[in-house]
């Protein structure tokens, strides 16, 4: 059973950072793009970055490029996105998906507040 598990989210600042993981299980992480998505309240799903299978390519929404960074340990079976300058309207819940759009499966998601 597929599953991924999301931490790392809260409340921050505008202009402030966090860190989010994903831990994943049972299947083969390091044969799966992956991929962080997210949902802010009463908007529709939204692809924010995307991480081959050995971390050698990354994709990013045109919103996020140059703050936002994706990263994997296949060793560990984790995905990571690191968030910086984080604006108000980027207030959603964050999950880690499969695949380059992120359309398999996901887990519960991180709630990530932006608000002074």
């Known amino acids: 059973e597929v599953q991924l598990v999301e931490s790392g989210g809260g409340l921050v600042q505008p202009g402030g950072s966090l860190r989010l993981s994903c831990a994943a299980s049972g299947f083969a992480f390091r044969s799966n793009h992956m991929s962080w998505v997210r949902q802010a309240p009463g908007k529709e799903l939204e692809w924010v970055s995307a991480i081959t299978t050995a971390g050698s390519r990354t994709d990013y929404a045109d919103s996020v490029k140059g703050r936002f960074t994706i990263s994997r340990d296949n060793d560990k079976n984790t995905l990571e996105l690191q968030l910086n300058s984080l604006k108000t309207d980027e207030t959603a819940m964050y999950y880690c998906?499969?695949?380059?759009?992120?359309?398999?499966?996901r887990g519960q998601g991180t709630q990530v507040t932006v608000s002074s």
């Open positions: 998906a499969q695949g380059w759009r992120g359309t398999g499966s």
